[in-house]
T-cell receptor, first 112, second 111 residues
Framework: DQQVKQNSPSLSVQEGRISILNCDYT??????FLWYKKYPAEGPTFLIS?????DKNEDGRFTVFLNKSAKHLSLHIVPSQPGDSAVYFC???????????FGTGTRLQVFP | DVKVTQSSRYLVKRTGEKVFLECVQD?????MFWYRQDPGLGLRLIYF???????EKGDIPEGYSVSREKKERFSLILESASTNQTSMYLC??????????FGPGTRLTVT
């Protein structure tokens, strides 16, 4: 039973445009949500996070939105750059533990 | 800068072999994790450890064991490797309230 879902395995976006990556979750016992970025042959690196009590967090070109009623979060990248091409994983932190539940990942390709 | 290192980037083993994957972190983090990453399945937690000599099963512990004798080192052991354990293995460390930092991964092939 996948508690964190990324329904789009891949996304292709033109350079300079907005990339929107989506993530749905089924469990309400998550206190933080995070996005990680992964290049081939490297480990995931932390990108941005949001507390479950907030609905938006912004860091430069990256913004994460949380819609608790819909159990949905999204990562917006504006403007998209070719260096953003990677696999993006959303993850949810289980309340009162240090465990993360990861989604299946979305491969983003930014083309010129 | 936090550094998490894994002993091998690529490993090829035969079915039935005992396999050791080593992970070392240099930030004095209490928590350490082992995941495997497979296409279409994302990262799945195998085992984690909150402290030296402490371990807890993750979501897919079958066929694996772990060892944490020192705070900075967390080992994943495949007691008898099987072909369905061919995967990318990722180690992470974490301090309470912070993010998880990942190593570069070990791509294990079991033939």
């Amino acid at each position: 039973d996948q508690q964190v879902k990324q329904n789009s395995p891949s996304l292709s976006v033109q350079e300079g445009r907005i990339s929107i990556l989506n993530c749905d979750y089924t469990n309400s016992m998550f206190d933080y949500f995070l996005w990680y970025k992964k290049y081939p042959a490297e480990g995931p690196t932390f990108l941005i996070s949001i507390s479950s009590i907030k609905d938006k967090n912004e860091d430069g070109r990256f913004t994460v939105f949380l819609n608790k009623s819909a159990k949905h979060l999204s990562l917006h990248i504006v403007p998209s750059q070719p260096g953003d091409s990677a696999v993006y994983f959303c993850a949810a932190s289980v309340y009162n533990t240090d465990k993360l539940i990861f989604g299946t990942g979305t491969r983003l390709q930014v083309f010129p | 800068d936090v550094k998490v290192t894994q002993s091998s980037r690529y490993l090829v083993k035969r079915t039935g072999e005992k396999v050791f994957l080593e992970c070392v972190q240099d930030m004095d983090h209490e928590n350490m994790f082992w995941y495997r990453q497979d296409p279409g399945l994302g990262l799945r937690l195998i085992y984690f450890s909150y402290d030296v000599k402490m371990k807890e099963k993750g979501d897919i512990p079958e066929g694996y064991s772990v060892s944490r004798e020192k705070k900075e080192r967390f080992s994943l052991i495949l007691e008898s490797a099987s072909t369905n354990q061919t995967s990318m293995y990722l180690c992470a460390s974490h301090r309470e309230g912070g993010q998880q930092y990942f190593g570069p991964g070990t791509r294990l092939t079991v033939t």
